[in-house]
């Protein structure tokens, strides 16, 4: 019996050990979700992929991202394990409105709006000021 050596090189862009892959492994296979995903973005339906851990949901977001910036699509991630833990709902969502200023580069509009003197604003929930957010300043500059 024989053994095949595969080159080193090879091994480190092949392989990966846990976690999401790079946009460009060649060991990611593409699934009929990848397809799924993209095209029902592409017609602005709301989407959520739910399965069990460690089958490729991270990487089937990295990767559609990816293609639907190249389509020309404006396109945020937000990773809700950075916005922090025991945190108030305000804090949280002010958290989320910071990862996507970034994104946009609307960090100043943003903070604006959250910390702005605009009785009406502050008398919001921080979902309902959130969600206003995104309606009247991300939504208006992105499209």
Known sequence: MSTVEIPRETKRSFFT???TLPANAPSYVERKADTDLFTHLMEGQF????????????????????????????VAVLDLTKVGMNLSAAQWYD??????????????ELDDFWTGT????????????WMTALRKVILPSIS
């Open 95 to 108: 958290g989320l409105l910071v990862q996507l200023g970034r994104e946009f580069d609307l960090e100043d």
């Open 47 to 74: 989407c959520y992929v739910l399965t069990s851990r460690q089958v490729g949901k991270s990487s089937l977001m990295v990767r559609t991202a990816i293609r639907l910036r190249e389509a020309g699509r404006r």
């Open 17 to 19: 050990v846990g976690g």
């Open 118 to 129: 605009d009785s009406a604003v502050q008398r919001m929930r921080p979902m309902q000021r």
